[in-house]
């Protein structure tokens, strides 16, 4: 599957959050943003990434061209 990794502008308490799903969203999961997650994203706000599924964890494999969605 890929799944877009987008992070928050703004959040009401001050935590930046990171919001990682697939296109139908049948996958979603929300983190604060750590330096792994700031290191993958490399100052972009919205790369996608073929990913999988490993029991409740997300393992995120190469990165994927931008999608439509």
């Known amino acids: ?3 877009k990794i987008q992070t ?3 959040s009401s308490d001050g935590v930046q959050r990171a919001l990682i799903y697939n296109k139908d969203k049948s996958v979603q999961y929300e983190m604060e943003v750590d330096d792994n997650i700031k290191s993958i994203m490399k100052g972009r ?3 996608y990434f073929r990913a999988e599924l ?3 964890r997300i393992s995120l494999g190469e990165e ?6």
Do not use: R
């Open 54 to 56: 490993v029991g409740t």
């Open 8 to 10: 928050s502008l703004d």
């Open 45 to 47: 706000l919205k790369p």
């Open 1 to 3: 599957m890929i799944v």
């Open 64 to 69: 994927m061209p931008e999608q439509s969605w």
